[in-house]
């Protein structure tokens, strides 16, 4: 199964640079949007250890898989925090 770009998508292009197999474009009716092409997205396999849309995405919950799952689910993309004791 391929991955899919969610309507939370903000365009910010960093998906569609680093794509391997050029599986990325963009949505023609919503310009500011990305969507992945189906066909065209192994989710890296043979290219990379981990996604690469994934891995860029500076967005939560906007990639999710075949499954609806998000790749990056709220909260995982929050900074840490710098200096703090633990």
């Known amino acids: 199964m391929s991955f899919a770009i969610t309507d939370k998508c903000v365009g910010c292009h960093a998906c569609f640079l680093v794509c391997p197999n050029h599986a990325v474009y963009q949505d023609p009716e919503v310009?500011?949007?990305?969507?992945?092409?189906p066909?065209?997205?192994d989710q890296c396999e043979g290219h990379y250890e981990e996604?690469?849309?994934a891995s860029?995405?500076?967005v939560e919950e906007a990639i999710v898989d075949?499954?609806?799952h998000p790749l990056n689910p709220?909260?995982?993309?929050q900074p840490e925090q710098i200096g703090r004791d633990s």
């Not at 709220?74 to 993309?77: E, H, I, K, P, Q």
């Open 31 to 37: 310009s500011r949007q990305f969507r992945i092409h």
């Open 74 to 77: 709220v909260g995982s993309l």
């Open 51 to 53: 996604s690469q849309c």
């Open 56 to 58: 860029i995405c500076p």
């Open 66 to 68: 075949g499954f609806k």
């Open 39 to 41: 066909k065209r997205c």
